[in-house]
C-alpha cells in the first residue's frame, strides 16, 4: 500500500499564525486530498488537488503538489482556535474507484 | 455533497458478540467503503462495498469478521463479528462517485468500545 507520512506528528501555534504540514506518499496518484477530524469525529474533506496541479487554494487553505517528491503541503494561515483539531492527506490512485490510502496525520493546537 | 448517515454512532459491546453499523447516503452514489480507525491512529481501508455482490476486501481484512452487505446504491451494512477489545476502534463508511478527481466524504463514523 501507498501509505503515506506526515510530518509533524503534532503541531502548536498561536492564534493568528500560519500552520503547515506536509504528506509524502510511495506510488503515483491520480489525485491527493485533505482531510480535517475534530475529536475522532467524521472526516470533513478540505480540498483535492488533481496530479497535473501543483498549487490550489481555498479559503484559508493552500494546498502544494510535487509528483516529483511524492509530497504535498497544507498551509491554514490566520490560524484560529477552531482549526484545532487532525488533518490527513489521503492520496488516490485509483480514479475514485478505490479507497483512499491516508497518512498519518498531524494533530495541529491552535492556543488562544 | 451527500448526506451520509451512520447507525450507531457508539456503542459498548461485551467481547465474543457482534454488532453491525448502518451508512445511509441521502443520494445514490457509485462507490462505498467502510474504514478503521484505531486508537490514535489514522484511517485504514477495510473494503469497497460492491451492490449486489461480494465486498473487496483489503489485505488483513477478511469477510468472516467484517461482512458486509450493499443491497442498494445507498446503504451499506458492516458487521464487526466475534468482537475482542482489539476491535475497539472508529468505524467509518465513505462515500464517492467512481471516475478521476471526485472527493470521498464520509460518515461521523462509530466509535465501538469491546469490554
Known amino acids: 500500500s501507498q501509505q503515506g507520512e506526515e510530518d509533524p506528528q503534532a503541531l502548536s501555534i498561536q492564534e493568528g499564525e500560519n500552520a503547515t504540514m506536509n504528506c509524502s506518499y510511495k506510488?503515483?496518484?491520480?489525485?491527493l486530498q485533505w482531510y480535517r477530524q475534530n475529536s475522532g469525529r467524521g472526516l470533513v474533506h478540505l480540498i483535492l488537488i488533481r496530479s497535473n496541479e501543483r498549487e490550489k487554494h481555498s479559503g484559508r487553505l493552500r494546498v502544494t503538489l510535487d509528483t516529483s517528491k511524492k509530497s504535498s503541503s497544507l498551509l491554514i494561515t490566520a490560524s484560529r482556535a477552531a482549526d484545532t483539531a487532525s488533518y490527513f492527506c489521503?492520496?488516490?490512485?485509483?480514479?475514485?474507484?478505490?479507497?483512499?490510502?491516508f497518512g498519518k496525520g498531524t494533530h495541529l493546537i491552535i492556543q488562544p | 455533497s451527500a448526506v451520509i448517515s451512520q447507525k450507531p454512532s457508539r456503542d459498548i459491546c461485551q467481547r465474543g458478540t457482534s454488532l453491525t453499523i448502518q451508512c445511509q447516503v441521502d443520494?445514490?452514489?457509485?462507490?462505498m467503503f467502510w474504514y478503521r480507525q484505531q486508537p490514535g491512529q489514522s484511517l485504514t481501508l477495510i473494503a469497497t462495498?460492491?451492490?449486489?455482490?461480494?465486498?473487496?476486501?483489503e489485505s488483513g481484512f477478511v469477510i468472516d469478521k467484517f461482512p458486509i452487505s450493499r443491497p442498494n446504491l445507498t446503504f451499506s451494512t458492516l458487521t464487526v463479528s466475534n468482537m475482542s477489545p482489539e476491535d475497539s476502534s472508529i468505524y467509518l463508511c465513505s462515500v464517492g462517485v467512481a471516475g478521476r478527481d471526485q472527493p470521498q466524504h464520509f460518515g461521523d463514523g462509530t466509535r465501538l468500545s469491546i469490554l
Open positions: 462495498a460492491n451492490q449486489g455482490s461480494e465486498a473487496t476486501y
Open positions: 443520494s445514490q452514489v457509485t462507490m
Open positions: 506510488t503515483s496518484i491520480n489525485n
Open positions: 489521503a492520496t488516490d490512485g485509483g480514479g475514485g474507484a478505490d479507497g483512499l490510502t
